[in-house]
């Protein structure tokens, strides 16, 4: 029964990355109807299950060939069941974000960044999953993959950061350190 459910589910990342890729395609040629907005909309609520997840899994996957756990099983089927469910749901993401920045109001050169990024982190660990008990995949390319793929998810944070709270948002702080203090009578609303 265990293996029908592995089964399923790599069937079902299989039927993700085709469909996302239909998305991304005719993407200017589509228009979300109304009664799917709201799957759109719940992106920003759902983002943060598989960025801790494939966080999770690409630390893993970066140490899946030390002697020490390269011959355990657990590990092995717990990195590889985590990364499942962590792109898996990467895609869902993927999907509800497709379908929210084709509303309108949407047509910010920083929302192609973060939705080039975001598709990159998906289609990288979908990769990585598929190929990642194959001859070939050995460390070098684990790690390799593993730091990409957590590189892309750093820029999709930091891009949709920009998008929901503005730019420099993560930077700010540190950068107001080096900004000279303005007596509250000379400051002015919303620059100080």
């Not at 589910?9 to 469909?19: D, K, T, Y």
């Not at 990288?124 to 001859?135: C, G």
């Amino acid at each position: 029964m265990k293996g029908n459910y592995h089964r399923y589910a790599a069937n079902f990342l299989f039927s993700l990355n085709i469909f996302i890729f239909f998305l991304w395609l005719f993407e200017s040629k589509l228009v979300v109807p109304q009664w799917l907005q709201p799957f759109g909309r719940m992106h920003p609520m759902i983002l943060h299950f598989p960025i801790v997840l494939l966080l999770l899994s690409m630390v893993m996957e970066f140490f899946r060939f030390k002697t020490a756990y390269n011959t355990q099983g657990f590990y092995q089927n717990f990195t590889s069941n985590l990364l499942l469910v962590g792109v898996i749901s990467s895609g869902i993401t993927v999907i509800m974000g497709l379908f929210l920045s084709m509303e309108e109001g949407y047509s910010n050169p920083v929302l192609n960044w973060h939705k080039w990024s975001g598709i990159s982190v998906f289609f990288i660990a979908s990769l990585i999953y598929t190929y990642r008990n194959t001859s070939w995949y050995k460390a070098p390319v684990a790690k390799a993959g593993a730091l990409i793929t957590t590189l892309c998810l750093i820029l999709a944070g930091h891009f949709g950061a920009a998008l929901t709270h503005g730019d420099n948002f993560i930077w700010q702080p540190v950068l107001a350190l080096s900004q000279p203090v303005v007596p509250l009578e000379e400051a002015i609303l919303f620059d100080h």
